[in-house]
């Protein structure tokens, strides 16, 4: 069963910065791509960006540009997504996601997920 | 940015109904929506892709239609684990939006 494994909560200051790790099981897991989604207390879920394996392709959400770093070890199958500049509404969880085509042409889906990381941001 | 409007916002349902979700796009985004099913402190759980593909391992009793602009995830036949929040997602191109949530409650 593949699975995707995050890194733990963190607690963080407003301007500091977090990275949060997202390994894989097994070789295949990352190879099309990771996508990292948050989602704030009681509140939806948040697309931040996405992160090609193959080329290290990135494209992430205007709102974070600037701010986040998304980035994959292929040697450790873990994926890795590093936000600065923090403020207190970025205190969300944090999900990594793997990219999959599914089983029909056209799919554009993610089927595997993280458990989740908790950042708090506070002073 | 491609919007996703959803609804409803929240549902209240008995065990054995059929239940409807909507989910229409902005702009025409062929069969790329994705539905997924959240519950509370849980990771999304991918239930649909490619608007009607059900995922494997999940119940048949979940089925998605639709194309261009207008989406719907129906259960027909509530179970009480059905209770949870579920997202329809358009990855038809970047930013892939998700919609606000359904939130559906086993009456």
């Known amino acids: 069963q593949v699975q995707l494994e995050q890194s733990g909560a963190e607690v963080k200051k407003p301007g500091a910065s977090v990275k949060i790790s997202c390994k894989a099981s097994s070789d295949t897991s990352l190879i099309y791509g990771i996508m990292w989604v948050r989602q704030a207390p009681g509140q939806g879920l948040e697309w931040m960006g996405w992160?090609?394996?193959?080329?290290?392709?990135?494209n992430y959400a205007q709102k974070l540009q600037g701010r986040v770093t998304m980035t994959t070890d292929t040697s450790t199958r873990t994926a890795y997504m590093e936000l600065r500049s923090l403020r207190s509404d970025d205190t969300a969880v944090y999900y990594c996601?793997?990219?999959?085509?599914?089983?029909?042409?056209?799919?554009?889906?993610?089927?595997?997920w993280g458990q989740g990381t908790l950042v708090t941001v506070s002073s | 940015d491609i919007q996703m409007t959803q609804s409803p916002s929240s549902l209240s349902a008995s065990v054995g109904d059929s239940i409807t979700i909507t989910c229409r796009a902005s702009q025409s985004i062929s069969s790329f929506v994705n539905w997924y099913q959240q519950k509370p402190g849980k990771a999304p759980k991918l239930l649909i892709y490619a608007a009607s593909s059900l995922q494997s391992g999940v119940p048949s009793g979940f089925s998605g239609r639709g194309s261009g602009t207008n989406f719907t995830l129906t259960i027909s036949s509530l179970r009480p684990e059905d209770s949870a929040t579920y997202y329809c997602?358009?990855?038809?191109?970047?930013?892939?939006?998700f919609g606000r949530g359904t939130k559906v409650e086993i009456k």
């Open positions: 992160i090609s394996n193959d080329n290290g392709y990135t």
């Open positions: 997602q358009q990855s038809f191109t970047t930013p892939y939006t």
């Open positions: 996601a793997r990219r999959w085509f599914g089983d029909v042409v056209g799919a554009n889906c993610f089927d595997i």
